[in-house]
Every structure is written in C-alpha cells, then in structure tokens.
C-alpha cells in the first residue's frame, strides 16, 4: 500500500539510527 502524505494524521514515520523509516498506522481500515 503506497504512503500517502495526506494521511499523515492516521500514519507516524519513525527513522531509526540505521536511515529506515517505520510508517505505524493509527488506524485500521
């Protein structure tokens, strides 16, 4: 599933020390 900036409120992206970003979804759709 693409990462939309405009869902930005339901999705937190997390960059880790190593460059990876985690994107953690609030909610299920």
Not at 18 to 27: D, E
């Given at each position: 599933e693409p990462?939309?900036k405009?869902d930005?409120?339901?999705?937190s992206?997390?960059?880790?020390?190593?460059?990876?970003?985690?994107w953690?979804?609030?909610?299920?759709a």
């Amino acid at each position: 599933e693409p990462i939309k900036k405009e869902d930005a409120d339901k999705r937190s992206g997390v960059k880790d020390a190593g460059g990876t970003t985690w994107w953690i979804a609030t909610k299920v759709a």
